[in-house]
């Protein structure tokens, strides 16, 4: 296949990429992504699929003007970029928020730590640790339903004793 062919048979969907990502037809990125598509051509392994890879090719470059300067100077001119600072959050957690959230933390673990040792082991390898039941439950020894209903159990006291941080 040529690359005209390639051009042609490719048009409407990175047209279609290009206006998802942008909310606009940009031709000048249309060229952009067939240029890459061109210039890497010798990179494209045809163990894939052509059209996956042009679209890949369209996505990254419709990323690529999203995060580009010119592109945030032409969406915000000049004297509206210092009200767009002003109402801009800080990043870094406020110091307050962040203790409040430690003394929750704590406050969490010292209930689970309370807990039975059936229910807490029940909730620990589940919702900490991130286990299925089913791989729980065979850590545990015990079967799925028995898992299941400790770990409800473990919740209604846990939400018992957080009830005033929830």
């Known amino acids: 296949m040529n690359f005209k062919e390639i051009i042609n048979s490719n ?3 990175v047209k279609n990429i290009i206006k998802l990502f942008t909310k606009e037809e940009n031709e000048d990125l249309e060229q952009e992504v067939y240029i890459k598509v061109l210039k890497n051509s010798e990179k494209y392994e ?9 679209n890949t090719i369209a996505k990254n470059v419709s990323k690529d003007y999203l995060k580009s300067t010119k ?6 001119p000049d004297e509206e970029n210092d009200n767009v600072f002003i109402n ?3 990043s870094k957690p406020d110091p307050e928020l962040k203790l409040i ?6 406050s ?8 039975k040792p059936k229910l807490k ?3 620990i390898y589940t919702e900490i640790y991130g286990y299925s039941y089913e791989l729980a439950a065979a850590k545990l020894n015990c079967p799925t ?5 400790r770990i409800f159990n473990a919740k209604k006291e846990l939400a018992q004793k957080l009830k005033d941080l929830l």
């Open 145 to 149: 339903g028995t898992l299941k209903s």
């Open 101 to 106: 959230q430690k003394e929750r933390q704590k």
């Open 88 to 90: 801009i959050k800080d």
């Open 11 to 13: 048009r409407h969907n």
């Open 108 to 115: 969490i673990l010292k209930a689970i730590d309370e807990l």
């Open 46 to 54: 045809e163990k894939g699929n052509l059209k996956s890879w042009i």
């Open 121 to 123: 082991d029940a909730i």
């Open 71 to 76: 592109y945030q100077k032409e969406i915000l």
